[in-house]
C-alpha cells in the first residue's frame, strides 16, 4: 500500500507496518484501586513507551499490543490490581494518513466533492434557439 501525498509517495507498507510506524497500539486498563500503584507496576515493562492516568484507567501507549497484554496483566495480577476493563485499540489508516500528511481521508474527499464542476456544454439546439 502507498500513501500519496500531492502526488509524492510519503509511505509504502502494508496496511499493518503502516499502523505501527506511526504509533503502535494504545491498551486502556481501568482498575478497581489506585491507578497510580498500577502506573508503577507497570512503568519497568519493556512494551510500554507511555502511561497516561485518565481517572480511574490507564492508558499505555506500547509497540505490539497484542504481544504485550498478556504479560500486562501478569504483572497487574501478580501485584494484586483488579481490573475492571481492558481494551486493545489500534490506528486506522485515517489516523496513518493524517500523520503523515497532516490531514485526514475524509477532509480530502470533502473538499473534492465541494469543487464545483466544469459547466457542461451548451446543446447546439438550446443555443440555436436564441
Do not use: W, Y
Amino acid at each position: 500500500m502507498l500513501i500519496i501525498d500531492h502526488g509524492k509517495i510519503v509511505a509504502a507498507g502494508s496496511p499493518e507496518e503502516l499502523k505501527r510506524r506511526i504509533s503502535g497500539d494504545v491498551v486502556t486498563l481501568r482498575v478497581s484501586g489506585e491507578p497510580g500503584v498500577a502506573s508503577r507496576v507497570l512503568a519497568g515493562a519493556r512494551d510500554v513507551r507511555d502511561i497516561a492516568i485518565e481517572q480511574r484507567s490507564l492508558r499505555l501507549a506500547v509497540e505490539n499490543g497484542e504481544e504485550a497484554l498478556p504479560g500486562l496483566l501478569r504483572a497487574l495480577d501478580a501485584a494484586g490490581i483488579t481490573l475492571e476493563s481492558v481494551q486493545l485499540a489500534r490506528p486506522t489508516l485515517d489516523d496513518v494518513f493524517l500523520t503523515l500528511t497532516g490531514r485526514s481521508l475524509r477532509d480530502d474527499s470533502r473538499a473534492a466533492s465541494a469543487v464545483p464542476a466544469e459547466p457542461a456544454a451548451e446543446p447546439a439546439a438550446a443555443a440555436a434557439a436564441r
